[in-house]
T-cell receptor
Framework: GIQVEQSPPDLILQEGANSTLRCNFS?????LQWFHQNPWGQLINLFYIPSGTKQNGRLSATTVATERYSLLYISSSQTTDSGVYFC???????????FGKGTMLLVSP | DGGITQSPKYLFRKEGQNVTLSCEQN?????MYWYRQDPGQGLRLIYY???????QKGDIAEGYSVSREKKESFPLTVTSAQKNPTAFYLC???????????FGPGTRLLVL
């Protein structure tokens, strides 16, 4: 099956700093989503982005499908950005998602 | 409010017992999914259902069973055959033809 690798596994930032999270995948995909998991376990959709670039406030994402990677940018980080960021892809065509292991982000005041 | 609910939030089970986790959605979504998350890991797909009365195994279906008798409900049973059931279980749903999966708040299962 398709493999999803995220880097870095852990990231510690001071409030106000910028960061880039990376997701590499091993095959072509129909769907790519970025999620944020808060400390209580809830997963929140950030982006649906199988290709191209999207922005939502301080967050933006870019997927280069031909090179099989996606990047999530967080600018001017806030403590509420802390949590785990997951990249998930659908390579099966059955609308099922394969998740990476995530990047754990800690933003300190 | 529209959304996905999972109950209970925490569940304790003795070894050898079956337990059923509830997942209900009022979003009128066709597809529903169950995932398992272990500490420090990503989510892994257990079962999914694209339509009522039909479901398919995911990557780690052994020791689990599901039913889909109603569009809004997709309960997951963790059977005694599941060797390591302690985990965080997440349910999701998606409108057929839609782009994104939406997740419930999860159930933490602890086997004592």
């Amino acid at each position: 099956g398709i493999q999803v690798e995220q880097s870095p596994p852990d990231l510690i930032l001071q409030e106000g700093a910028n960061s880039t999270l990376r997701c590499n995948f091993s095959d072509s995909v129909n769907n790519l989503q970025w999620f944020h998991q808060n400390p209580w376990g809830q997963l929140i959709n950030l982006f649906y982005i199988p290709s191209g670039t999207k922005q939502n406030g301080r967050l933006s994402a870019t997927t280069v499908a031909t090179e099989r990677y996606s990047l999530l940018y967080i600018s001017s980080s806030q403590t509420t950005d802390s949590g785990v960021y997951f990249c998930a892809v659908d390579g099966s065509g059955y609308s099922t998602l394969t998740f990476g292991k995530g990047t754990m982000l800690l933003v300190s005041p | 409010d529209g959304g996905i609910t999972q109950s209970p939030k925490y569940l304790f089970r003795k070894e050898g017992q079956n337990v059923t986790l509830s997942c209900e959605q009022n979003l009128n979504h066709d597809a529903m999914y169950w995932y398992r998350q272990d500490p420090g890991q990503g989510l892994r797909l257990i079962y999914y259902s694209q339509i009522v009365n039909d479901f398919q195994k995911g990557d780690i279906a052994e020791g689990y069973s599901v039913s889909r008798e109603k569009k809004e409900s997709f309960p997951l049973t963790v059977t005694s055959a599941q060797k390591n059931p302690t985990a965080f279980y997440l349910c999701a749903s998606r409108q057929n033809g839609g782009e994104t999966q939406y997740f419930g708040p999860g159930t933490r299962l602890l086997v004592l």
